[in-house]
């Protein structure tokens, strides 16, 4: 009970939070703005298109179609669907004749379990492109209607063109407004959404929500330190701290019998390979003197 009180206030908060997106990217039309700053390029482009706060202005627009066909928009979709997908077909109760509960779920766990995957699977997909498009928002906001404010306000200052220039200004101003609203709407969306769905996924209180189809299986496991692997000849069979806490400190007969072999032959094999080293040094020595020898001989000769 406790789970589905926490999934239906989050569920609400999540609501909320894209209806006030919504009213925000509504009020005043930015797309109207739009239009109307189009339309003013269009009427006056003949006459200012070599202009160079013309360049700006077109740069507010291309900016701002590139905006309108961010992917974040789409992931907003995606969620109000999920959003109203979830509370629509919610757990619903009612009495069933003949049986012993008095109220049982209608829809089974597993629809549950899905549609609230998709839920997060939607939050974190509009998480990922409100980023990118906080970041174009904002480039678009600080660089290019800055500039282009400037550049169209050298024509109030000099009286030239006036209506054009008052026009395009207020246009100007209008898209500010309206993009500064609905990216501190984003905003506030993707920050809610990162702080509930982290906690809805944290380990600490993922136990609380099963539903999600997460399974944490925790195994405790021996822990135990392996020997390292022996060199071959060395040791015959492998000795445990087992055998040698139990035998009192002192190893078997057998395994002493092993460690004094294995001692021999290493002490064998260190004697061969230092005589063979002493054999390919002395022949070498040997070597360079009778070279010297036949050199100087052959001088002296």
Partial sequence: MATEQVEEAWVSSVHKRLASVRRA?????????????????????????????????????????????????????????????????????????GDGRARQRVKTQMKHRQQLSALLAAAQAFIKHATAYERQAQRWMAHDVRQAALAVETLVTAANFLPFAVAILAVLARLYCIESRVLSEIRELRCSLVEQVRDMTSPSSRHQFEDLGVHVAETCREASTPLPPSPSGLRSSPISLYDVFTSGGSLSADVTVDYARSDADTAQRRLQANGSSEKSRRGSQSLGSNEIDDIFGSQAL
């Fill in 25 to 97: 990217a509504g009020h005043g039309s930015r797309e109207d703005e739009r239009r109307l700053l189009e339309r003013l390029m269009y009427r006056n482009k003949n006459q200012h298109r070599r202009a160079h706060y013309w360049c700006r202005i077109r740069m507010v627009r291309r900016r701002l179609a590139k905006l309108d066909a961010c992917d974040v928009w789409n992931a907003l979709r995606a969620l109000d669907e999920s959003v109203r997908v979830f509370r629509e077909e919610r757990p619903k109760e009612r009495a069933k004749i």
